[in-house]
T-cell receptor, first 115, second 112 residues
């Protein structure tokens, strides 16, 4: 089954404790992204990757890091989480092609709470 | 740069129609539509491309006016399963990889 998986699905942590949210896709997609979703603000892109070792900032990259060492994986790293990073996070992937021409597949989401 | 959706919320009775609009201040060459049910991930509905090409859902229709930089999603003869939050997404730069920007969403509730 074609899918994007994320782990963990739920995470409660404390300010400053480094954490990683993993994302993996089995569709051989080149493009992967991370979004955060907050009430009233919709989905905002954090980082995206066009291929292995190629990443770029989205609209709200502050406080986040990413890496793309393998095509299937795109982990999101919060080196020093703060309460304003409490949010619902989605990983997404799509096939290579003209931007906007191919549908995105979203992972199930990770609900992060930073106290 | 975020596309603007309207209305923010709509309540329907089963069988009624509704229109959700998405407008942009920048030129568009495609518009995406996704639906998200409570507690779930957004799910792809359709893509409308410049020139009239359309890919996606068979039962939900949409239009794309390139000149007006607008798209509309039509929920016709709504079903209970249409409830959820609808997002439009727009890529502003053709070659900028996967940079898709989403609107704030329209919450749709279909009642029996």
């Amino acid at each position: 089954e074609a899918q994007v998986t994320q782990n963990p699905r739920y995470l409660i942590t404390v300010t400053g404790k480094k954490l990683t949210v993993t994302c993996s896709q089995n569709m051989n997609h080149e493009y992967m992204s991370w979004y955060r979703q907050d009430p009233g603000l919709g989905l905002r892109q954090i980082y995206y990757s066009m291929n292995v070792e190629v990443t770029d900032k989205g609209d709200v990259p502050e406080g986040y890091k990413v890496s793309r060492k393998e095509k299937r994986n795109f982990p999101l790293i919060l080196e020093s989480p703060s309460p304003n990073q409490t949010s619902l996070y989605f990983c997404a992937s799509r096939a290579r092609g003209l931007a906007g021409s191919y549908e995105q597949y979203f992972g199930p989401g990770t609900r992060l709470t930073v106290t | 740069q975020q596309p603007v959706q309207s209305p923010q919320a709509v309540i329907l009775r089963e069988g009624e129609d509704a229109v959700i609009n998405c407008s942009s201040s920048k030129a568009l060459y495609s518009v995406h539509w996704y639906r998200q049910k409570h507690g779930e991930a957004p799910v792809f509905l359709m893509i409308l491309l410049k020139g009239g090409e359309q890919k996606g859902h068979e039962k939900i229709s949409a239009s794309f006016n390139e000149k007006k930089q607008q798209s509309s999603l039509y929920l016709t003869a709504s079903q209970l399963s249409y409830s959820g939050t609808y997002f439009c997404g727009t890529p502003y730069i053709k070659a900028a990889g996967n940079k898709l920007t989403f609107g704030g969403g329209t919450r749709v509730l279909v009642k029996p």
